[in-house]
């Protein structure tokens, strides 16, 4: 049984532990990807716990039963009195229940090798090994347990160092009438939604899009930064986007006007459409918005549906005069596509509404593109690495994630440990190892080198064949100023392309056209020279 005061007390050792429990996982240096994304979700969970006993401790302080001073009075009027009192109730209490177990001030939420004791025995493995070292002996390297079971990632998505869109990109290219892209290009201009046309922002399958995006991204977002404060982003965004939207500047949606001026008109006054015509056009398109009716048109016309509704129920109402998000009920009264019934625009305030919802989601694509754009240029950088490579070499790197994310540090491993680790195994399309005998055949066994590509390596004659038609030789073969033509097909060495570069500009020179020396010309005798011999026959007189 807990006293309020000494809750309190509880309350801030606890408090103050999480704060160093932070600060140790804050200090710590995590080798991989996944380690280094559930620290941050580590932190934010001792942030979390601490905002709540800081809640708790406010509500205690503030002491609205006033419990908390009945309290501490008891123990200022007389300590010895009051200090005997509580011990008598804290041994009935015991009496009555001898198997209660005591509640510790928290349960240890750092894992073990975070521990204060783990981390002066790492620590001291540390320093004996720099004791030990000699010469030009290394060390033995410890690597750091890593984190793991606060947060998923898919393999694409590779522990959140990049952008898993397929799903997304499929639906966009399922839209109608939008224009068919790569992948490489959607994860570049995905956010580029003002300029798709209006007619594929009004269907379902482009909400259903746009509102499936926006959640993912958000989502992202929240599991690579749990220490931002996403929700208030979010906020600033929706109060940016309201502001646009009512001055009419949000891009794409400009020619989208709030509605403001709806009132509906009294037709009893009035015996004929002439007569509704003397109102003008604004007043009528007025009335017609606020009855749900289509307000296009000349003056005769909104004029004339207008008058055809007087004296006319609502529910025998034309279905080509209502507005497109209009319906009518049974009720007789004129119901927007929400259901709203009443003094309202009807079905053009619905559409208005249903425009600025699209719009609303839009923006915050265009907040969380703005957010997550490091991760956004990586997820780029990544899928042009992707594609520069065979489709063995992508199936081995995505196999290998994992194991790296375990065992090995991202950033300090040698790359041609890399290279090694990825060519190591070739996986078929089942994703597993192909056969020995199969790997031979395909010539797998052997490694070609390219020096115009700076000595990159191509596993087996097929990989080596393509190649020289893909971007790393012609970007190398641009470097050295020379056009990747098939005359170069498969050389590989700088100083031959360049050779046979020469070899080809000398023979162009020697096949170019000498007007000088094979442009004939047939003097007065019938006799055929060239035009040199010509013109100096000429000069002589001899002609």
């Keep these: 049984m807990d006293f309020l005061v000494e809750k309190q007390r509880q309350l801030h050792e606890e408090v103050d532990r999480l704060v160093k429990d932070g600060a140790t996982v804050m200090q710590h240096k995590f080798d991989t990807q996944k380690s280094k994304v559930n620290a941050l979700h580590l932190q934010r969970l001792l942030v979390d716990r601490m905002s709540n006993n800081a809640r708790e401790l406010v509500e205690l302080y503030n002491d609205a039963d006033g419990e908390r001073k009945k309290e ?35 349960t240890d939420i750092l894992p073990d090798f975070l521990q204060p004791e783990a981390l002066l025995e790492a620590q001291q493995q540390k320093n004996a090994s720099r004791k030990r070292k000699t010469g030009n002996d290394k ?17 694409e998505e590779s522990h959140g160092r990049f952008l898993d869109l397929h799903e997304h990109f499929v639906a966009y290219n399922n839209l109608k009438g939008v224009p068919h892209m790569e992948y490489l290009e959607y994860v570049q201009t995905f956010d580029l939604l003002s300029e798709l046309p209006r007619q594929i922002k009004k269907t379902a399958a482009y909400k259903s899009y746009i509102n ?3 959640a993912y991204l958000v989502e992202f977002y929240r599991r690579t930064n749990p220490l931002a404060d996403i929700d208030a982003e979010l906020a600033q965004a929706q109060k940016d986007f309201e502001a646009l939207w009512a001055s009419g500047k949000f891009r794409g949606w400009q020619d989208v006007k709030p509605i403001t001026n709806v009132e509906r008109l009294d037709l009893s006054a009035f015996s004929s459409a002439s007569e509704l015509e003397a109102l ?47 319906k009518r009920n049974a009720n007789g009264a004129s119901a927007n596509a ?58 081995d790197e995505e196999d290998l994630p994992e194991i790296d994310d375990e ?91 360049k050779a046979l570069w020469a070899r080809l500009q000398d023979q162009k020179a020697q096949e170019r056209f000498e007007p000088d020396q094979e442009e004939e010309y047939e003097d007065s ?12 026959l000429l000069k002589q007189g001899l002609l």
């Design 525 to 536: 005798m019938g006799n055929v020279v060239n035009k040199k011999t010509y013109n100096d």
């Design 407 to 497: 065992f090995e540090s991202d950033e300090e491993e040698d790359e041609d440990m890399k290279v090694g680790k990825r060519n190591a195994l070739v996986l078929g399309p089942d994703g597993k190892p192909i056969p020995y005998w199969l790997y031979r055949l395909h010539g797998l066994n052997i490694i070609y080198t390219c020096e115009i590509c700076g000595n990159y390596p191509y596993r087996g004659p097929k990989n080596f064949q393509q190649h020289f038609t893909e971007w790393r030789h012609a970007q190398g073969m641009r470097a050295l100023g020379i056009p990747n033509t098939k005359h170069f097909a498969n050389v590989t060495n700088i100083n031959d392309a």
């Design 72 to 106: 501490i009075d008891a123990l200022s009027v007389n300590p010895f009195e009051s200090f005997y009192e509580k011990l008598g109730e804290i041994k009935e209490y015991h009496k009555e229940a001898p198997n209660a177990i005591a509640r510790p001030v928290r």
């Design 280 to 326: 003008g056009m604004d007043r009528l398109k007025s009335a017609l918005m606020a009855e749900g009716l289509k307000c296009g048109g000349t003056l005769q016309q909104r004029a004339q549906r207008l008058f055809s509704t007087k004296g006319v129920p609502r529910e025998k109402w034309s279905k080509a005069i209502l507005a497109k998000g209009a």
């Design 139 to 155: 060390p033995a390297e410890t690597k750091t347990p890593g984190l793991a079971g606060f947060v998923e990632f898919s393999g």
């Design 338 to 395: 929400n259901g709203s019934t009443g003094n309202n625009a009807g079905g053009v305030v619905s559409v208005v509404d249903e425009k600025k919802e699209v719009a609303s989601v839009e923006a915050r694509i265009l907040v969380m593109a703005k957010l997550l754009s490091q991760v956004r240029r990586a997820t780029k950088e990544n899928v042009e690495r992707k594609m520069a490579r065979s489709a063995g070499e992508v199936g």
């Design 212 to 214: 499936n995006l926006a």
